[in-house]
T-cell receptor
Framework: EAQVTQNPRYLITVTGKKLTVTCSQN?????MSWYRQDPGLGLRQIYY???????DKGDVPEGYKVSRKEKRNFPLILESPSPNQTSLYFC????????????FGEGSRLTVL | AQKVTQAQTEISVVEKEDVTLDCVYE???????LFWYKQPPSGELVFLIR??????QNEISGRYSWNFQKSTSSFNFTITASQVVDSAVYFC????????????FGRGTQLTVWP
């Protein structure tokens, strides 16, 4: 079964405590991406990766890091989380250069106190 | 810059009413793709449809239909005979069709269908 798996699904943390949200896909897709969803703002892209070792900033990259050491994994790192990073995060994948649908993970709800 | 506008923030209807969700996009590209996604209260994002810029035929899938008009840069979504289970946030998205593979989303329309 095609899957995009995110962990954790829910997390409450405190300001400044580094955290990582993992994303793994089993569809052999080259392209992976992170979005955040906030009320009234829709989904905004944080970072994306066209393939292993190739990453680039999206529209709201400040305060985030990513890495792509393996094709299937694309972790999102918050080095020093702040309350304005409280959000619902989605990992997504698709074939590189493709224009088909974006496959989304189930989402990770992060609260930073 | 690519832009997708969903002017309706919230819509409420009563079951069995028809409802149309508007989507207007901005682009300078001749080749592009448009999408609709549904986000039910459970939170996941569900793909509904993809349409390329060269295909202006309307699409119908059960109670769902989509009207794509390049002349007005719109890609509207109609639900016929709405049901409570249609209550969700609906997102329209635009893709330039380049190798970048980025989707730009509108802010979403919250649809509530009352019994």
């Amino acid at each position: 079964e095609a899957q995009v798996t995110q962990n954790p699904r829910y997390l409450i943390t405190v300001t400044g405590k580094k955290l990582t949200v993992t994303c793994s896909q089993n569809m052999n897709h080259e392209y992976m991406s992170w979005y955040r969803q906030d009320p009234g703002l829709g989904l905004r892209q944080i970072y994306y990766s066209m393939n292993v070792e190739v990453t680039d900033k999206g529209d709201v990259p400040e305060g985030y890091k990513v890495s792509r050491k393996e094709k299937r994994n694309f972790p999102l790192i918050l080095e020093s989380p702040s309350p304005n990073q409280t959000s619902l995060y989605f990992c997504a994948t698709r074939l590189a250069g493709g224009t088909g649908e974006l496959f989304f993970g189930e989402g990770s709800r992060l609260t930073v106190l | 810059a690519q832009k997708v506008t969903q002017a309706q923030t919230e819509i409420s209807v009563v079951e069995k009413e028809d409802v149309t969700l508007d989507c207007v996009y901005e682009t300078r590209d001749t080749t592009y793709y448009l999408f609709w996604y549904k986000q039910p209260p459970s939170g996941e994002l569900v793909f509904l449809i993809r349409r390329n810029s060269f295909d202006e035929q309307n699409e119908i899938s059960g109670r769902y239909s989509w009207n794509f008009q390049k002349s007005t840069s719109s890609f509207n979504f109609t639900i016929t005979a709405s049901q409570v289970v249609d209550s969700a946030v609906y997102f329209c998205a635009h893709d330039r069709g380049s190798t970048l593979g980025r989707l730009y989303f509108g802010r979403g329309t919250q649809l509530t269908v009352w019994p």
